[in-house]
């Protein structure tokens, strides 16, 4: 394989389940699991491609080495775009650009953090990156070092053939899991619009506090090491089995390290590791934008400087849009289609963008402080349902609640109650799709359909306490969707959700 190509770890599965993580108007077979291993992952790709008769478009084994302005960009927008296939450069005109390569570019290892690294120590070193499976690690003593859902991961993996792993930690971080309360899957039950509504209406300590304890009645993350209510700096992943590797002891926590000798770790608390075979830098990934000319990739350090996160306002012509440079609280790739779906409108003159001393106004309101440590993403981070609104809105799709309590009740409970799946901005405006209702209220029939493989006799009758439910709610989303409709959301901070 090239080396130069990105691939995923063998065992890798989503962190979304696949409602919530599908197209807006190609739903995951119904046979397929809630959370997907990469492979089926790759199949549901391959089916949407051919459904809509994609693969004639696409140019695959191609790379992009240069995007650059043409010299008359000011009055047509072109972009000069130089590729190259089977060892052969072609330059070509294109009138306007989706950058669609995300945050995940190049490997983020901050050698001259970890003293001796590089210059003492006699084991192995390298980026998550280049991890595949873990074979290559039997009988090692592994430090992992980083936190993230990646390090996480493959402690976990390596913790079943690695004689040892060691897991270095600097910030709190709390762990949860993919099963919610009676094993739905956690984004089904938690990225709904009611939730989001209580997320704007009550204190933040409040819900801070809440979540806290939510988190906490899994496992105390004190006792474990991981994190503390008091941590106003931390990070959520998801992971079902590193409480268990933790408590077997298959996994030891460490704090940050200080320095590598050579055998050696050296951590901040004073403690040190004896005898480290491999060292697996889990520290992200930074995303340069190489092959963009420095006169626009300087033009945005990260997606602060973009407007919604999307465009540079600053170009003569909008005809260049950054695609994925969230980090969201759901489903990247529901993110990515919707700001697709939004700058095609542009680019086609469908939906229109506000001046440039209008987009450089909001730009500068919203901009937060850049953050000093690029794995940490703080700067990429949203709420899902914020975000996926504001471009809706944008694009002219976004679901009114109001309009269908009035037209629908069925479905606007369903919206505002159930899952925030794609779905729903598929109900209105430019790209309607007929089966979108229905695919929100059979939802929870594909989520369940998997599990299905045994008969178990469960005689209970839910309905109607159900329907009792349905008309009890409905003062409450009346009054919701007024209260949204009046006042807009405030805003949301890291500390709200995990991203999945």
């Known amino acids: 394989m090239d080396s130069r190509r990105f691939s995923v770890y063998h065992s890798v599965i989503t962190n979304t389940s696949k409602e919530m993580s599908c197209f807006s108007d190609f739903p995951c077979p119904e046979d397929f699991p809630s959370y997907l291993p990469h492979s089926l992952l790759m199949e549901y790709f391959r089916m949407y491609a051919r459904h809509f008769d ?23 927008g ?39 690294i590089d210059t003492r120590f006699k084991g192995r070193y390298l980026h998550s990156r280049e991890y595949k499976d873990a074979e290559a690690f039997r009988g090692k003593r592994v430090l992992v070092v980083g936190i993230g859902n990646t390090g996480g991961d493959l402690s976990v993996e390596l913790s079943h053939v690695a004689a040892k792993v060691f897991l270095s930690v600097r910030s709190s971080t709390w762990v949860v899991s993919r099963l919610s309360d009676q094993g739905f899957p956690l984004d089904m039950i938690n990225t709904t619009r009611f939730n989001h509504f209580l997320d704007w209406l009550l204190p933040s300590a409040l819900m801070r506090r809440i979540r806290f304890r939510k988190f906490n009645s899994w496992f105390n993350h004190a006792n474990y090491g991981l994190a503390s209510t008091k941590s106003s700096n931390f990070k959520v992943i998801v992971n079902e089995e590193l409480p268990f590797c933790l408590l077997s002891g298959t996994i030891v926590l ?7 000798t050579e ?25 340069p934008f190489s092959f963009l000319e420095e006169s626009v990739r300087s033009l945005f350090d990260d997606n602060r400087s973009l407007y919604k996160r ?15 440079l969230v980090q969201l609280t759901g489903s990247v790739m529901v993110g990515a289609e919707m700001q697709a779906r939004w700058v095609t409108g542009v ?8 001046p440039t001393s209008k987009m450089m106004a909001d730009v500068l309101k919203k901009k937060p402080p850049v953050e000093s440590n690029p794995s940490e993403r703080k700067n990429l981070k949203m709420s899902f349902i914020s975000y996926i609104d ?4 944008c694009a002219g799709i976004k679901p009114s609640v109001l309009k269908l309590l009035l037209t629908d009740p069925r479905l606007a409970l369903a919206i505002f109650f159930g899952p925030c799946s794609p779905y729903q901005y598929r109900l209105v405006g430019r790209g309607k799709w007929r089966g979108a209702r229905e695919a929100i209220l059979t939802q929870w029939q594909r989520t369940l359909r998997p599990l299905r493989t045994r008969v178990a006799d469960d005689s209970s009758d839910s309905s109607s306490s159900w329907h009792w439910m349905c008309f009890l709610v409905l003062p409450v989303a009346l009054t919701a969707g007024f209260l949204f409709s009046k006042y807009p959301p405030l805003g949301w901070s890291p500390q709200a959700g995990p991203h999945l």
């Open 347 to 354: 680019f086609a003159g469908w939906n229109k963008l506000p």
């Open 54 to 76: 994609l693969l004639r478009h696409i140019r695959f084994k191609t790379t992009v080495l240069s995007v650059r302005k043409r010299p008359d960009f000011a009055t047509t």
């Open 390 to 393: 504001e471009i809706a809105s």
């Open 310 to 324: 999307i465009f540079p306002p600053q170009l003569e012509k909008p005809t260049l849009a950054i695609i994925g």
């Open 263 to 287: 055998s050696s770790a050296v951590f901040e608390d004073g403690t040190t590791e004896e005898n480290i075979d491999v060292v697996l830098f889990a520290t992200g990934y930074i995303f």
């Open 254 to 260: 460490k704090s940050n390290v200080k320095e590598f």
């Open 78 to 116: 072109q972009w000069e775009v130089v590729t190259e296939a089977n060892g052969a450069q072609k330059l070509h005109i294109f009138d306007a650009v989706m950058v669609c390569t995300g945050h995940y570019q190049e490997p983020y290892l901050p050698l001259a953090s970890f003293p001796g």
